[in-house]
């Protein structure tokens, strides 16, 4: 089957739109993050990701899929299944002519605390997510990320300091909450990730523990937790001694704490590190493989494996110098883009 990228990934034989970029008649929707959203006139999501999407950009013709379902179109079935990287997130399996496409949208395999597990679909052709695809990014098992998340706000508490963990509204802010709590700490949550916690309990994810809406002027012995865009904002100011930690698999890079000008950057990702993006090649049988989003890298190793592979599109990752030329989507020396990659 042919497969394209343009603002969007885009299937010509059975013209289907996934992640489209510009508004579409019609578009897969893999999950809720901003960079994967847009007013399209018809959806096709699971029931989580359409909340989220309506809560995120208003009410669209949603055509809605559980997990494991398939939906029979005239000339395709579409089945979607876990990815493990926020509430509602799927990999999508497309059926044509005998073929099995799988596009695996942001996706990891380690199994988080706040959202269905993933798993590795077998396929024929596999469209997937690379941001992480070098080397470097082996990621510590997230055991070890949320021991050191402790110990830096013990340690922030002892010297008197105000802990801040900084962690996407959505995905990132809710696995965060999970492991403050099971770790018995009280959590004051900005506005914008406790709006999508009541959205994961609407949807059956619970939350055992303390936590409540911050309230700036009394975060007396509580964690706070905002999104990565306040780190610049007001609001930073009203804490007296902030201790700050940025929870994002960038963290693997030791730059990381400078380019977001953190105390320290943990890698807690909700993306698959270089080691996972192999075994899903290897354990899915795929015969050919498209990478999107980090750069060519990781197709140039599949092909060097024996496996033909082709990088579609890349943003880069935020080290990158900004790419010269029109083209907003590929400017990547924005922070404000990386804040809405994970
Ligand atoms: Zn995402």
Redesign the pocket.
Known sequence: MKVVYNRGLYLPEIDLWMDAKAPRSRSVIS?A?A??IQRHDSIIATPATARLFEHRIGKTRSLLLDFHETSDFTDFKLTFYPAG??LG?AQTLIEYRGERVLYTG?FKLRAGLSCEPPEIIPCDILIMDTTFGRPHYLFPKDEEVRDELYREIDRAFMNAMQPVVFAYSL?KGQEALQILLRGGYSVALHESVMKIVDIYREMGIEFDGDYRRLDPSDTDGLVVMLPPGSRRGELMKTFRCPYTIYLSGWGMDPRARYRYQTHLVLPLS?HAGFDDLERYVIDSGAKRVYTLYGDDYFASHLRQMGIPAEHLHGEGGPFRKPSKGKGSEKSVAQPSLFDL??
């Open positions: 999950h993050h960079d994967h990287h926020c997130s942001d995905g909700d990659i994970e």
